[in-house]
């Protein structure tokens, strides 16, 4: 029997260009899949942003993963398939928050975590009895699965290295999905498991991909101490906060850590309690900046826009906050009220969403009624600071303000122009 693994695209070719592959991941979920499926199953695994689909080749089973803003795209796929009478499957956060919506465009929706399901829907499969909804147990730390990476191969990725460490998160922004599909306790993994890992792996380069690599300080620093023998250069996402503990920082940067993904979401205090991320004190987000630095670890700074407290000075406002802390690279949002997520809900009960168009879920279009701005002067904020930011004049300002991260000035001067044509082709 033949299964067909697939990443929807979202349809823009400008993915498979260089600049696009530059900031492609395999898709992990997929490779969890294929990590959980029994030998005597055949594999194909497709992602769109690399490589069409051909609707032509037929397997036994389809299953899709998908996000919210891809979710249109994995309809239209499932519905290609399931016309050549072949069943389909429909899994991941989008899938998960609707699984009503989502049945209607599938045979079956696998609802949270793969390893609590997929093992017991490929029997019922099998047998010929597969139902319409699958819902399993989260996963023990120690049976989360580590993803097949042969089915990546020769696909054209630049980033491999992917490594996922934990799960969960108790934190709960209102904004965010990981807490509804991944539960709100943080579950980690063994640092020998990830060790061996990577050590498999075998990458000088690794991308964590967990939502926070220093949720616990504690696990955080055994891993630290675990990877640092393997001589690996590493990149993560971990809170502004770490910036308040210079022994921490110093044990990361030894384990090999070179950049971090923060996300700051806004520099307006009112706006982060808004969004129950009031954790993130702007007060210090100089201090924590410098500290970080100053260790020889870059930063990617996350902003987001269009909270009821932000206004049309919001964008130059930060403008100027990014100008004058360094930060190296940025990726700027517009607030989006993904299903299922306490925003989403706040955003209904006002009846301020003004379309439920998925493909727009993208964090490049205004969704919902601002408070203090038109939709129009929303994007454009975001549209301008963007530009701005990755301009030649930007881009240069940055590259002089490196200080001792100088092992970064190539890896940014690559990602700015990289990033630069993403954007243009993206528009
Ligand atoms: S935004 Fe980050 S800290 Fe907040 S709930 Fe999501 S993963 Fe946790």
Known sequence: MKILLAAPGTGKKEKRSISGRAFQVPPLALGILASLTPDDFEIEMVDESMRDLDFASTPDLVAITSLTANAPRAYEISHQYRERGVKTVLGGIHPSAVPFEAIQHADCVAIGEAEGIWPRLLADFRAGRLKKFYRGRKPDP?????????????????????????????????????????GDKFRFRSVGSVVDEIRALATKFVVFVDDNLAGSRSYARELFAGIAPLNVKWICQAPITIGKDLGFLKMMH????????????????????????????VARFHDHIKRIHDTGISIEGAFVFGFDHDDKSVFKRTLDFINKTKIDFAQFGILTPFPGTKLQERLKRENRIITEDWRKYDIAHTVFKPAKMTVEELDRGRRWIEDEFYSLKGTVRRAFSLGRRTHYLIPMLILNASYRQYIKAFR
């Open 142 to 182: 120690s049976q989360i699965s580590i993803p097949r990476r042969d089915i990546f191969e020769r696909k054209g990725y630049f980033l491999k290295g992917t490594v996922q460490t934990s799960r969960g998160c108790p934190l709960g922004c209102d904004f965010c999905s990981v807490q509804r599909f991944f």
């Open 254 to 281: 030894k384990a090999g850590c070179r950049g971090v993904f923060v996300g700051f979401e806004s520099i307006m205090p009112d706006s982060l309690r808004e969004v129950g991320k009031s954790f993130n004190v």
